[in-house]
């Protein structure tokens, strides 16, 4: 069959994070698994597909859109008039655009099928085949697996009901079939079909500053590319949605098949950083440190960062040592609460706090940038244990560096147990909408209990930031007064004195000192990342 996979056009608000690209990684998952079973498939990315510069075009209230236009998108259908069409649908928030996708390809052609797969689609089915007629199927969880034997039903190859992990509707009928056992030996899959959208492209938005993952910025940072090593994570947390697409067991590639899958993407598309988007990339800590001193021994000579964070718990003085060695530029740890009532009893994560101490302290000994996210405003928690959470990251920040990825606030995720949580209490402040989704986090709070109200979070996080700012001032300031060699390093280098002086563009006072003085990857110059030819350290 002729398939088409496509990643939709996004939505934005003004109070959510800017709009960015990155390789459909899921999308292209799926896309080997297709080629593998015999089927001619194609992958368009709406977001790299379209002229970046209709990015950001503003509509009403502040909302814009990103990506292709619907009429961009039929003609890329039309042109290669696919039997199948998989619309990959990775948040809540944009499940309309995913609808919208699904329509589009029926305004072209009725006889399509038009399949959905992705987190949302995992939780909520209903979704997509009760609120919209444009979709004919919906994969849930792993699509490996699940997506060519739906095909193979579609050929009548197959009998519908016999393949799990899927929905549709009958005689008008929502129909739920059995769940499909997640995959648990990784390494049978194909590497991602990296061949079928141009990787030159989304190189070229990670230079253009629209990479979809922080990264330290050195010549070649952007050759940058995820990778999933791993799947699942056994922990409990209670506002995590990673469990309902994935799982709670740990399943990982061996070592090996990870050593030659950065060796393809090194050797086939220069890569220069990864971004290694594991839940729970050291939950196995033996095959986290065999990974490291792999990556050493074959002297891959690349950076590489945890975008999604570790647990602080798994790390070590040893550990962290082999983390620079191997290249590593920055690490973010899961801290959420400092108060040890609110990590044990309501969120469920039960880190203890000295250790995130203990890993801070020897991040900032070991010249590893350490990055923290902390998440205040969950149900039973008071308005003085958000507090001490925002005085030890302040602290924290202050005396070792470690930078608070934001302060977010908790946001009931359909299908948590956040979610389940609020609903049964009646806490759910605003509707459960795109935009409230996508903006709780950043502060526009969806919960209201007896102990606090949106409002207060939002002084709470007023106070956090002015005391941010500061915390990384004097930071900083120790920071080059103890490595005064920091300046020469950083600007005798060309690429950053190219940085710099885009700094200075427009006057802007405020981000030249930060550029300067704030920056955020201050270990990385000292470490000389990207500055050498030669292997780090």
């Not at 740990?250 to 098949?257: I, K, T």
């Not at 060796?263 to 990864?274: F, R």
Request: proline content about 3%; some cysteine; overall charge positive.
């Amino acid at each position: 069959m002729n398939v088409l996979l496509i990643k939709h056009p996004t939505t934005h608000f003004v109070k959510t994070a800017p709009p960015v690209s990155g390789i459909p990684l899921g999308l292209l998952y799926v896309a080997s698994a297709l080629k593998k079973a015999g089927h001619d498939v194609h992958v368009y990315d709406a977001i790299v597909g379209a002229d970046e510069s209709t990015w950001g075009v503003h509509c009403n209230n502040g909302v814009y859109r990103m990506g292709a236009s619907m009429d961009e998108i039929k003609k890329i259908i039309d042109e290669i008039n696919p039997d199948v069409v998989g619309i990959g649908n990775q948040y809540s928030s944009q499940a309309d655009n995913a609808i919208k996708t699904a329509e589009a390809v029926k305004e072209v052609k009725r006889g399509i099928k038009v399949v959905v797969g992705g987190s949302h689609a995992s939780v909520m089915p209903s979704t997509f085949l009760d609120e919209c007629n444009a979709v004919d199927y919906v994969v849930m969880r792993e699509g490996e697996i699940t997506m060519p034997e739906l095909l193979d039903s579609i050929t009548g190859h197959r009998d519908i009901t016999t393949v799990k992990g899927i929905a549709f509707k009958k005689d008008g009928k929502l129909v739920v079939n059995e769940q499909r056992e997640f995959i648990k030996i990784l390494d049978d899959l194909p590497l991602p079909a990296y061949e079928l959208v141009d990787m030159e492209r989304y190189f070229y938005f990670n230079e253009q500053g629209k990479d979809g993952r922080e990264t330290y910025r050195y010549p070649g940072f952007e050759r940058s590319v995820s990778m999933i090593t791993s799947r699942g994570c056994p922990f409990n947390c209670v506002f995590c949605s990673i469990h309902l697409g994935m799982g709670r067991g740990f399943r990982a590639h061996s070592v090996d098949f990870v050593i030659k899958h950065i060796k393809y993407l090194k050797e086939t598309y220069h890569i220069k950083h990864i971004h290694f988007e594991d839940d729970n990339f050291s939950f196995n800590m033996s095959r986290f440190n065999d990974i490291l001193e792999s990556m050493i021994a074959n002297n891959l000579n690349l950076t590489w960062d945890t975008p999604n964070g570790m647990r602080a718990d798994y790390l070590n003085e040893d550990v962290l040592k082999k983390c620079a060695m191997s290249g590593c530029t920055y690490l973010r740890i899961g801290v959420e609460s400092a108060n040890m009532e609110v990590s044990k009893k309501i969120i469920r994560k039960n880190l203890k706090i000295d250790k995130v101490i203990e890993v801070a302290k020897l991040c900032n000994e070991s010249g590893i940038d350490l990055e923290a996210f902390y998440i205040i405003g969950f149900p039973g928690e008071k308005i003085n244990q958000m507090k001490e959470t925002i005085d030890f990251a302040i602290k924290q920040e202050r005396l070792y560096g470690l930078y608070p990825y934001d302060m977010f606030t908790a946001t009931p995720l359909i299908g948590t147990d956040l979610y389940k949580i609020c609903q049964e209490r009646n806490y759910i402040y605003r509707e459960i909408s795109a935009q409230n989704l996508a903006t709780a986090t950043q502060g526009e709070g969806m919960i209201t209990t007896e102990d606090f109200t949106p409002e207060d979070l939002k002084r709470l996080l007023k106070n956090f930031r002015i005391r941010h700012l500061f915390a990384r001032s004097i930071f900083s300031l120790k920071f080059l007064l103890r490595h005064p060699q920091y300046f020469f390093i950083r600007f005798k280098n060309k690429f950053h004195i190219g940085h710099l002086i885009k700094s200075l563009a427009g006057f802007k006072l405020t981000t030249f000192i930060a550029y300067v003085f704030l920056y955020r990857y201050k270990n990385c110059i000292i470490r000389k990342v990207g500055m050498e030819k030669r292997r780090i350290l």
